[in-house]
């Protein structure tokens, strides 16, 4: 399983509920899908789901499933593997939300500081008088920018 599935799952099921304007789950189709079995085994997850933690999980529900649905490919499993990912890493209670938002908030913290540790040991020589400033040190310089925006932004369907 990638790990990067599994950040997304939880980060997406860690949001508060959506705005009412948000696409129904069942008219949302992936042109990437590739995988068969998605509509019945996410189908089923959502009445599984709600009938457990109840209709007030009903958007998270569908917009975690939508989500992790999106990203899932053949080699990530077949529908037993779907079914037990979700079941297990859906955050349905308060107390759940709040440990997961609590844990990802820290990682998050660290994450951005690494980030800004590394940027700033990318720069050094482009921003600090430590002799000439090279063309490859501007690049360098340059090249955290890309690399800071590249690790903060999720696709547009996470916004």
Same mark, same amino acid.
């Not at 997304?8 to 079995?37: F, I, R, Y």
């Not at 430590?130 to 800071?148: Q, Y």
């Given at each position: ?10 980060? /997406? ?17 992936n ?8 509509k019945?085994a996410?189908? !089923?997850? !959502?009445?599984?789901?709600?009938? !457990?933690y ?9 917009r975690? #499933? ?5 990203f899932w ?7 037993a ?6 079941l297990?890493?859906?955050?349905g209670?308060?107390t759940? #939300?709040d440990?997961?938002?609590?844990? %990802? ?12 540790e590394?940027s700033?040991e ?8 430590a002799?000439?400033v ?6 360098f310089?340059l ?6 925006? /590249?690790?903060?932004?999720l696709? /547009?369907? %996470? /916004?």
């Amino acid at each position: 399983m990638r790990p990067f599935l599994t950040f997304v799952l939880c980060a /997406s099921l860690c949001c508060a509920p959506g705005v009412s304007g948000e696409t129904d789950m069942l008219t949302l189709t992936n042109d990437n899908q590739t995988v068969p079995w998605m509509k019945s085994a996410t189908d !089923k997850l !959502k009445q599984e789901l709600i009938a !457990k933690y109840g209709d007030g999980q009903n958007a998270r529900v569908e917009r975690g #499933l939508r989500q992790v649905s999106e990203f899932w490919r053949p080699e990530d499993g077949d529908a037993a593997v779907f079914e037990e990912f979700v079941l297990s890493n859906f955050a349905g209670d308060q107390t759940s #939300l709040d440990t997961m938002f609590t844990r %990802y908030q820290r990682l998050m913290e660290q994450l951005n500081g690494h980030m800004q540790e590394i940027s700033r040991e990318f720069r050094q020589q482009a921003e600090l008088d430590a002799g000439p400033v090279l063309s490859f040190d501007e690049i360098f310089a340059l090249r955290t920018l890309w690399m800071i925006s /590249s690790t903060t932004n999720l696709p /547009s369907s %996470y /916004s």
